[in-house]
């Protein structure tokens, strides 16, 4: 049987992100591996090996490599294929980069494991966002992470009303709101207040941009098979979609009805065992350290 090729991505404003990647490659050529580069990465490291991402599935690449952080793997993932993606291994040479499973230190030894078949795959769900029209709906890009519709003023506040599956639910006003999947939970969705979720769990996360007191809109957790509905009310007010941080989609007209749904793809993730919650405790929550054994409470 063909050996499977592996794909390799890096971020291009990194010369250490570049460095390890060209380490990486020589690693793995080394071990007899095929291996393709990202198109626009392959001239720097091996020009005659480039591939697109979006030819990349889980049928011609066996698994790719992310050299980056957070918004290296958003870019990668809503640049694949979105028709059975291969599996992803992250390697953060950024600040926290959440969603990396390696780093420059461990990834020789992760890549070893990798290869010999000492892992998990994470699926993890994506949503869509749908901008309603006369003639139908427009199908904007998946989001891994989350979709934020926020006002294109930021002086100004947006008033919406949300429906889920049909049933009206609030009529607010606020900066912006954010829709998030579990991956993202622990992204924009965490900053504005929104729970942490297992990224297994099969749900979607809605999570208000500085509501007005009075509106009563809090962050709510729905079923991933949910449809949510939300439609522009304020006169004369644009918004605007970000997708993963990645995609922006301007002068959103007001009464302009976005719909949000589960994709039709997911991603994977390479995981080692045990790995989300030290992950989630080490760049995420933190701990405390030093605390005496016979720190009680005074009596």
Same mark, same amino acid.
């Given at each position: 049987?063909?050996?499977?090729?592996?794909?390799?991505?890096?971020?291009?404003?990194?010369?250490?992100?570049?460095?390890?990647?060209?380490?990486?490659?020589?690693?793995?050529?080394?071990? &007899?591996?095929?291996?393709?580069?990202?198109? /626009?990465?392959?001239?720097?490291?091996?020009?005659?090996?480039?591939?697109?991402?979006?030819?990349?599935?889980?049928?011609?690449?066996?698994?790719?490599?992310?050299?980056?952080?957070?918004?290296?793997?958003?870019?990668?993932?809503?640049?694949?294929?979105?028709? =059975?993606?291969?599996?992803?291994?992250?390697?953060?040479?950024?600040?926290?980069?959440?969603?990396?499973?390696?780093?420059? $230190?461990?990834?020789?030894?992760?890549?070893?494991?990798?290869?010999?078949?000492?892992?998990?795959?994470?699926?993890?769900?994506?949503?869509?966002?749908?901008?309603?029209?006369?003639?139908?709906?427009?199908?904007?890009?998946?989001?891994?992470?989350?979709?934020?519709?926020?006002?294109?003023?930021?002086?100004?506040?947006?008033?919406?009303?949300?429906?889920?599956?049909?049933?009206?639910? =609030?009529?607010?006003?606020?900066?912006?709101?954010?829709?998030?999947? #579990?991956?993202?939970?622990?992204?924009?969705?965490?900053?504005?207040?929104?729970?942490?979720?297992?990224?297994?769990?099969?749900?979607?996360?809605?999570? #208000?941009? =500085?509501?007005?007191? &009075?509106?009563?809109?809090?962050?709510?957790?729905?079923?991933?098979?949910?449809?949510?509905?939300?439609?522009?009310? /304020?006169?004369?007010?644009?918004?605007?979609?970000?997708?993963? &941080?990645?995609?922006?989609?301007?002068?959103?007209?007001?009464?302009?009805?976005?719909?949000?749904?589960?994709?039709?793809?997911? =991603?994977?993730?390479? $995981?080692?065992?045990?790995?989300?919650?030290?992950?989630? /405790?080490?760049?995420?929550?933190?701990?405390?350290?030093?605390?005496?054994?016979?720190?009680? #409470?005074?009596?």
């Amino acid at each position: 049987m063909e050996k499977k090729p592996i794909a390799l991505a890096c971020r291009l404003d990194s010369e250490r992100a570049i460095k390890l990647t060209r380490r990486i490659f020589e690693f793995l050529v080394q071990k &007899g591996e095929i291996v393709y580069l990202e198109t /626009r990465i392959a001239p720097k490291i091996f020009p005659h090996n480039g591939m697109d991402l979006n030819d990349m599935n889980a049928e011609n690449i066996k698994f790719i490599v992310i050299v980056g952080g957070d918004g290296s793997i958003l870019r990668v993932a809503n640049s694949l294929s979105q028709q =059975n993606p291969p599996p992803i291994l992250g390697v953060n040479v950024g600040s926290i980069g959440f969603l990396d499973e390696s780093n420059g $230190r461990m990834i020789f030894k992760d890549l070893t494991k990798v290869l010999n078949g000492e892992y998990s795959l994470e699926a993890c769900s994506k949503i869509t966002a749908y901008i309603v029209k006369n003639s139908g709906e427009i199908k904007l890009s998946n989001a891994l992470n989350e979709v934020l519709v926020v006002s294109s003023k930021s002086s100004k506040v947006l008033q919406i009303s949300i429906r889920i599956d049909g049933v009206f639910l =609030n009529r607010s006003y606020l900066d912006g709101i954010i829709i998030s999947t #579990p991956t993202g939970s622990t992204a924009y969705n965490l900053s504005a207040g929104g729970a942490i979720v297992n990224p297994t769990l099969e749900m979607m996360q809605i999570t #208000p941009l =500085n509501s007005f007191a &009075g509106s009563g809109l809090k962050p709510i957790v729905v079923p991933i098979d949910s449809e949510i509905e939300i439609q522009l009310l /304020r006169p004369r007010l644009d918004a605007k979609i970000v997708i993963d &941080g990645q995609q922006i989609i301007r002068r959103i007209a007001p009464n302009t009805k976005i719909r949000i749904r589960k994709a039709k793809s997911q =991603n994977k993730f390479i $995981r080692f065992s045990g790995s989300y919650y030290n992950r989630l /405790r080490k760049k995420i929550i933190g701990t405390v350290r030093r605390v005496p054994i016979d720190d009680s #409470p005074e009596e």
